[in-house]
C-alpha cells in the first residue's frame, strides 16, 4: 500500500509541475482549446464539454460549452478529482446512482448526470512522438510550444531520442528560421542530445540565433558560459558523459540563490522527488539541499539517463 501512495504522490507532483508549466491559470477562454470541447459536444451528442485545470485545491473551468454556471470550485466537490487519480479514461453512466458522487452537489442539482474524463497528461501513446516532433516548426508559437512541452514530457518513453532527431537535424539546415526554431525547441526539450550542435552555432553572426541558442543551453545544461563557444566546449569535454540530472544537481552549488531554487525546482520536476524537511522545521539550507539531492541521485540516479 505505502509502494502505491508513493507512486501516486510523485505522479501528482509531476502532474503538478506540468500544469504550472503552461501558465493557464487565471487566462480568458481560448479558441485552441474552445474548438476541442465544441467537436466534443458535437460527436458525442452531449449538451456540455469542458477542460478543466486541477491544481492542489481547486478545479477551475479553461473551456466551457456548458449552461452559465460556476467557473471554479473545491477540488474535493467535483468527479474531476477522481479523474486525476487513474491514468484510465472513468466513465460514469449515471453519477446519482454511484456512491462515489451521488451526495456531490454538482450531482443533486441535475447539472450531471453522464460523465466521461481523461487526464490530457496521460495520453502516452509512442505513435505520437514523431507528429509532435514536427510540430516543433508549425507556424503557431502556441501550438510549437504546447507540441515541445507535451514531447518532453516523453522523454522517458522507447523512441524519444530518435523522434526528436529530426528536430536536431534542422540545427545544421541553411534555412535561417528552421535554425532558430530548432534552438528554440531543443531547449524546451531539454535535448542533450543538441549541446555540441548548439555549441557551435554560439559562432554565427546572427544575434537572434545566438541569444536563442544561448537561452536554449542554459536551460538543458544549467550552466552559464555566456557566449563563448571556447569555454562551452571546454565545459562539455570535462561533464559531456555526465547526464543531465547530474548538471542540475551541480547547479545548486552556484552562487546565485535563484539558480539553486531554479534547480531545485527542476530536480522535483524532473524526478517527482522532494527533499525531506529538517525535524526541528527549519528551512533546510543549500548544503543540506545538494547533499541530500547527491544522496538521492547515487541511489536512484541509474534510472535516469
Known amino acids: 500500500m505505502s509502494n502505491h501512495i508513493d507512486v501516486h504522490a510523485a505522479q501528482e507532483t509531476d502532474r503538478l509541475a506540468v500544469l504550472r508549466s503552461l501558465d493557464l491559470f487565471g487566462t480568458p477562454p481560448e479558441e485552441r482549446f474552445d474548438r476541442i470541447t465544441r467537436i466534443a459536444c458535437e460527436i458525442f451528442g452531449v449538451p456540455a464539454a469542458f477542460i478543466t485545470l486541477i ?3 481547486n478545479w477551475t473551468i479553461k473551456s466551457p460549452q456548458m449552461p452559465p454556471g460556476r467557473a471554479e470550485l473545491p477540488r474535493e466537490d467535483t468527479l474531476c478529482d477522481h479523474t486525476i487519480r487513474s491514468s484510465e479514461m472513468l466513465i460514469v453512466p449515471d453519477a446519482t446512482k454511484d456512491e462515489r458522487f451521488a451526495d456531490l452537489d454538482l450531482v443533486t442539482s441535475s447539472q450531471i448526470r453522464f460523465y466521461a474524463a481523461f487526464l490530457f497528461q496521460e495520453l502516452r501513446d509512442p505513435r505520437s512522438l514523431r507528429p509532435l516532433a514536427a510540430h516543433a516548426f508549425d507556424p503557431d508559437p502556441d501550438v510549437r510550444l504546447i507540441a515541445t512541452r507535451v514531447l518532453e514530457s516523453y522523454s522517458r518513453v522507447p523512441g524519444f531520442v530518435e523522434a526528436t532527431e529530426g528536430v536536431r537535424a534542422e540545427l545544421r539546415s541553411r534555412d535561417r528560421d528552421r535554425v532558430l526554431l530548432a534552438a528554440e525547441a531543443a531547449g524546451t526539450l531539454r535535448d542533450t542530445h543538441a549541446v555540441p550542435v548548439l555549441i557551435d552555432l554560439l559562432s554565427m553572426r546572427d544575434k537572434q540565433v545566438r541569444e536563442t ?6 536551460s ?5 558560459h555566456g557566449y563563448r563557444p571556447a569555454k562551452w566546449k571546454s565545459w562539455y569535454a570535462e561533464n559531456g558523459q ?23 525546482d527542476e530536480l522535483v520536476r524532473i524526478t517527482g522527488h522532494r527533499i525531506p524537511a529538517l525535524p526541528d522545521g527549519e528551512k533546510p539550507g543549500a548544503k543540506y539541499v545538494l547533499a541530500q539531492w547527491q544522496a538521492w541521485f547515487a541511489a536512484n540516479g541509474s534510472n535516469y539517463p
Request: hydrophobic fraction near 40%; glycine fraction near 0%.
Open 55 to 57: 491544481d492542489e485545491h
Open 213 to 218: 541558442v544561448l537561452e536554449s543551453l542554459c
Open 220 to 224: 538543458i545544461t544549467a550552466k552559464h
Open 242 to 264: 555526465q547526464t543531465r540530472l547530474e548538471w542540475v544537481i551541480d547547479a545548486l552549488h552556484h552562487r546565485d540563490t535563484a539558480v539553486r531554487r531554479w534547480a531545485s
